[in-house]
């Protein structure tokens, strides 16, 4: 299956979900559903892309305050730009997080800070935090992230957002919806998961795009890995190579995030309407809005 990315200018791993096939024959329509990375440096001539060739009439910006003060997006006449932060956690450390584990979040913020963010007095902080747990002895990039996508399965206040962006996708009353965070790969890759298998998309076809994802953020990731491990440090190619797992789209984040409902909720169906209370008029009015 082919999945399409928007060639924007400045705005990362943007793409259309127009196309993706439901389990019944159904197909996702073109210019109604977009996910993406930052926008916060998005040109002139993305914004007339997005009003005039897409359509957009809502933008849902899923990333914490701190981000959002960091890297703010620009202001889009004509489109309701709604903050709807997956977690609150930023870099205060209040979060959603136990205390035990909110090292594990923070640590990932401030890596997909230095991502996507202009340049900062808090970048290089960033920076060193960053380095510092990847060139830990017993770091483990893989057990890392797929410790992060568990997390999120459980928490009430991920299961409150996740609510409201099914909430404000059921009421689009015409145009394209686009939600994003600052990798495009996280946070909005959970949200596109769950809401592609509402409607009706199967699994595997969702891991597919998942990893489609990696394919889009390539050139972010390069740039943070120089950023992280530049070629004068010792072991630099190595730390690279660890780094790159954390930033890629693996399957199997995704794929412990299917597995982590399923093994509290039995099955996705149940998650979507115990936890995220998503029912059967729900469902049908997301199919009805973007499938055809």
Same mark, same amino acid.
């Given at each position: ?29 073109? #210019?109604?559903?977009? &996910? ?32 959002? $003060? ?60 960053? @380095? ?14 797929? #410790? ?38 996280? @946070? ?30 390539? $050139? ?6 120089? &950023? ?65």
């Amino acid at each position: 299956m082919s999945f399409e990315r928007i060639p924007f200018e400045g705005i990362l791993n943007a793409r259309d979900l127009a196309g993706i096939e439901t389990a019944d024959g159904h197909k996702i329509k073109k #210019r109604k559903l977009i &996910k993406s990375g930052s926008i916060c440096n998005a040109t002139a001539e993305d914004l007339r892309k997005l009003r005039e060739d897409y359509k957009v009439k809502v933008i849902v910006d899923l990333r914490t305050k701190a981000e959002k $003060d960091l890297m703010r997006d620009p202001c889009i006449p004509g489109v309701s730009q709604i903050w709807n932060p997956l977690f609150m956690s930023d870099t205060q450390g209040l979060g959603i997080f136990k205390a035990d584990s909110t090292d594990v979040l923070l640590n990932h913020l401030k890596s997909i800070f230095v991502v996507s963010s202009r340049e900062d007095c808090s970048t290089e902080t960033a920076v060193e935090l960053v @380095r510092q747990m990847i060139r830990q002895s017993d770091f483990d990039p893989s057990a890392y992230m797929a #410790r992060i996508y568990q997390k999120f399965v459980n928490n009430q206040v991920v299961q409150k957002q996740l609510k409201q962006f099914f909430k404000l996708l059921a009421n689009n009353r015409g145009g394209a919806v686009m939600w994003h965070c600052s990798a495009g790969k996280d @946070r909005v890759g959970m949200c596109t998961a769950l809401l592609l298998y509402a409607l009706g998309v199967s699994k595997d076809t969702i891991i597919e795009d998942y990893r489609a994802s990696a394919e889009s953020s390539e $050139d972010a990731v390069d740039y943070l890995l120089e &950023k992280l491990f530049p070629a004068d440090m010792e072991g630099y190619m190595a730390y690279r190579c660890l780094g790159k797992e954390i930033f890629s789209s693996k399957t199997c984040y995704i794929e412990s995030f299917f597995d982590a409902i399923e093994r509290d909720y039995v099955s996705i169906d149940n998650y979507l309407q115990k936890a995220i209370e998503i029912h059967v008029d729900n469902i049908v009015r997301l199919k009805t809005l973007y499938l055809k």
